[in-house]
C-alpha cells in the first residue's frame, strides 16, 4: 500500500520568502511522486512529477522539489512566494498505473 | 499536455433526484479514468476506477449502486449520483492518463460542485 503525508495543513510565508511545502512518502516499490497545486472550485493543476529520473525536480511557477529516497521526502520548494501561489497543495504517490493516492494538503497563505 | 473536460462545473439538484457528471479526454483516448469525491477543506478521495468497456472497480464503502459509472469509449465516463441526499452535496472531480505519457501523470478535470437541497 502507498501513502502520502503532509506535515502542516496550513503554512503561511511572507510574500518573497521561501516556501517549503512537506510531504513524505511510504511505498513498497518504487514510486512515482507528483505534486498538484488546487485553486477553489478547480480541479487540479500538475506542478512537477518525479518518474525515477532526476531526483531534483523543477516545475511550473518556480517550484521545485526534491525526491529524497533515505528520508522517504519529495519537498516542494520555491525560494521567493508570490502572491498568487496562494492555493491548496496536494502531494500524490502512485505506482505507475495505479490510481494516485493523495496526501491531506496544504493550504499555502501568503501575506502581503 | 493533455486535457480532460468534466461537465457541468456545478449542480444543483432536489433531494431524490438523479445526477449525471461526464468526464471527457479531449486530445487523447483513456482506457481508464478515475472518480474523485473532495469534501470542503478535505483531500481527494478515491472513490472508483472505470475501465473501458468493463465495470467500474469501486472503493471500499463506495456505494456502487448510487454512485454508477459508465465507460462506454475511450474519451467518456460518466458518474451518476442516484437518488440524491444532501449528504452527497460534495466537489466531485475525475481524472485519466495519457498513455502517450507512460501511464505516470493523472490529467483532471476542472471538478463538479454538486449540491442537492
Known amino acids: 500500500a502507498q501513502s502520502v503525508t503532509q506535515l502542516g495543513s496550513h503554512v503561511s510565508v511572507s510574500e518573497g520568502a521561501l516556501v517549503l511545502l512537506r510531504c513524505n512518502y511510504s511505498s513498497s516499490v518504487p514510486p512515482y511522486l507528483f505534486w498538484y497545486v488546487q485553486y477553489p472550485n478547480q480541479g487540479l493543476q500538475l506542478l512537477l512529477k518525479?518518474?525515477?529520473?532526476?531526483?531534483l525536480v523543477k516545475g511550473i511557477n518556480g517550484f521545485e522539489a526534491e525526491f529524497k529516497k533515505s528520508e522517504t521526502s519529495f519537498h516542494l520548494t520555491k525560494p521567493s512566494a508570490h502572491m498568487s501561489d496562494a492555493a491548496e497543495y496536494f502531494c500524490a504517490v502512485s505506482s505507475g498505473n495505479t490510481p494516485l493516492v493523495f496526501g491531506k494538503g496544504t493550504r499555502l497563505s501568503v501575506i502581503a | 499536455g493533455a486535457v480532460v473536460s468534466q461537465h457541468p462545473s456545478w449542480v444543483i439538484c432536489k433531494s431524490g433526484t438523479s445526477v449525471k457528471i461526464e468526464c471527457r479526454s479531449l486530445?487523447?483516448?483513456?482506457?481508464?479514468m478515475f472518480w474523485y469525491r473532495q469534501f470542503p477543506k478535505q483531500s481527494l478521495m478515491l472513490m472508483a476506477t472505470s475501465n473501458e468497456g468493463s465495470k467500474a472497480t469501486y472503493e471500499q464503502g463506495v456505494e456502487k449502486d448510487k454512485f454508477l459509472i459508465n465507460h462506454a469509449s475511450l474519451t467518456l465516463s460518466t458518474l451518476t449520483v442516484t437518488s440524491a441526499h444532501p449528504e452527497d452535496s460534495s466537489f466531485y472531480i475525475c481524472s485519466a492518463r495519457d498513455p502517450a505519457s507512460l501511464n505516470t501523470e493523472a490529467f483532471f478535470g476542472q471538478g463538479t460542485r454538486l449540491t442537492v437541497v
Open positions: 486530445d487523447f483516448q483513456a482506457t481508464t
Open positions: 518525479y518518474t525515477s529520473a532526476a531526483t
